[in-house]
């Protein structure tokens, strides 16, 4: 019997909210599968857009949902952001911080100096706080248009709640570029630079990218160029994998992190077995749903890709079809 994909690599750069968990609950299997690939030796870096926590609070969440973590585990978007800054500007250069803390400990942490008005400040650092307003949005957009380095923890539009989306750190980082004019640097994902971050501190050299989300996770992982694995427990959806423009196509598809524990072939979209697609993507046969999917999407991506009309054939076919939304 052929390896399986965690056999593949040394590594796991995991996403956190909709990979490992849901609201207050870990996704069903993710523990145990976590758990897993650190038994074989496998080192786990939780990779995480949000800039709003310390390492160690999120180390503790993770602990406290049952995942093997340490604050060392985690990397965040702050602490890629801080970096970007620190490698531009002199020690001791002035970041006017609009975030939280927890992201100004961080660039304190990397020798900078932290300031509150537009005036004083050669850079400025943009992350997620609930209490941002009106007058720090307006104070970086005054440094920005004055010409100060501008780094965006992440342009992540939304961020997920119990109650549903809620504007994310990129929904605000859009009020200071339309204001100013300017483009910011990223430091999170969909670009490579935390990635990047995560596997340096790791160690190691062969990494896995894993998240739920085509647009940050696996776009991220692939500008890094890196294998990734998107799972269906969070965000995206089958349809959007199926249409995902180029940049956004993860190298396996799976329908939770127990597909670590499966060979890369069953994993890789390609002929499914039981399942056959034409060129018109009508489906037919009978099989798994997944293994439906990675078979439409083989055909689809080899033709280009963009917007897709599936058409099923037999009961199991629309079945299939019905349950994967792509009906």
Known sequence: MSEDVLARFDVLLVDLDGTLYTGSSAVPGAVEA???AQDRGVRISYVTNNASRRPSEVAAQLAGLGFPATTEDVRTSSQAGAAMLAAQLPEGARVLVVGTSALAEEVTRRGLRVVDSAEDADAVIQGHSPDTGWRDLAEATLAVRRGAVWVATNVDPTLPTERGPMPGNG?????????????????????????????????????????????????????????????????????EVLEAPEPLRPTYVGADLGALLRRPEELAPGPGDGWAVDGELVLSGEGSDLDALRALCALHWAAGGGEARVRAEGGAARAAVARLGLG
């Open 171 to 239: 929904s605000l980082v859009g009020v200071v570029r339309i204001a100013s004019g300017v483009e910011p640097q990223v430091a999170g994902k969909p670009a490579p630079t935390l990635i990047e971050e995560a596997l340096t501190a790791s160690g190691r050299e062969h990494g896995l990218v894993i998240g739920d989300r085509l647009d940050t996770d696996i776009q991220g992982g692939n500008a890094a160029g890196l294998p990734t694995l998107v799972v269906l427990t969070g965000v995206s959806t089958p349809r």
């Open 34 to 36: 976590i758990a897993t």
